[in-house]
């Protein structure tokens, strides 16, 4: 096992456009992580992810909170030359909604009934043959960046302004999930850390962009803990990330449905512990190797 004081490890921050609402917890996290790193004896290089287009990084070892997909694309092809990157940018790509919803569903994930359609057509016929009125509509090639990036739609006349919105934006594809009715869950995870916490955000108003109002104040529906972190561990294998968060609707009856999944989120209701867990995670990746 090699002493780590003598290894280098690369820090790269999220850009701040990537962090709607949220820029002071993803610097906080990424801080935090860095710094628990810092006291286990690593030697921390910071860089912000658009320093990637513009100098190769030399260390061998690379956390990353990075969303830029040419950014994604210099880690992926750090990580084809063996070098360590976690959350792997393969991992991260697959986060975007189209990629991540696809996945999720072909794995047999609980997830809400789901269409992938292009911006530039009618979604009518669609929705009215799957059944859909109230739906939420999701843009389909990145995470949301603006408010208008994931939007619920109470009939099929509002989902066709919203995909013609898209298609103005060049947005090429949506993704549009059913309205699942039930208590609306987030939840963040390291993975191979026992770390996992889960919240009600009708509870303790934690939002991004305050979609979460329209599941309305939980009920706390009967669910099992164990059994909805073991969905999520799931579901972080199949799309190739460790570090993780999202949401998920239990439904009266005790379903649980994933209906988001995030690389890195900002882990704000419990960065202590999760900022420790996730070092804890890198340190032991490495020191493994």
Known sequence: MASMRRVTIAGISRGDIFSPNH??????????????????????????EFSLHKEDIQEQYIFNMVRDFESMRV??????????????????ENCTREKMTRLL????????????????????????????EHCWIKRGDFHAIHREDVTYVRNRQEAGEILKEYARRGIPTAVINEHLAGDLIKFYGVSQTGFFHWFYPSVNSHSKFGLEQINGTAQGFSFDPEQLQSLCDKAAE???????????????????????????????PCREEASKAIAHYIYNSITRE
Not at 29 to 39: C, E, G, V
Not at 242 to 256: A, K, L, N, P, Q
Request: hydrophobic share 40%; net charge negative; glycine share 10%.
């Open 105 to 132: 569903l072909n794995a047999g994930i609980s997830h809400p009934l789901s269409l992938f359609l292009p911006t530039n057509t009618d979604p009518g016929d669609e929705l009215r043959k799957a059944g859909l």
């Open 238 to 268: 199949i799309l190739n990330v460790r570090i993780y968060g999202g949401d998920c609707i239990v439904s009266e009856d005790g379903t649980v449905r994933l209906i988001d999944f995030n690389d890195w989120p900002s882990f704000a």
């Open 23 to 48: 820029i002071g917890n993803d610097a906080a996290i990424f801080s935090m992580t860095a710094q628990h790193l810092r006291d286990k004896g690593c030697i921390v290089n910071e860089y912000s």
């Open 75 to 92: 880690l992926q092809k750090y990580e084809q030359e063996g070098r360590f990157v976690v959350n792997s940018a393969f991992g991260i």
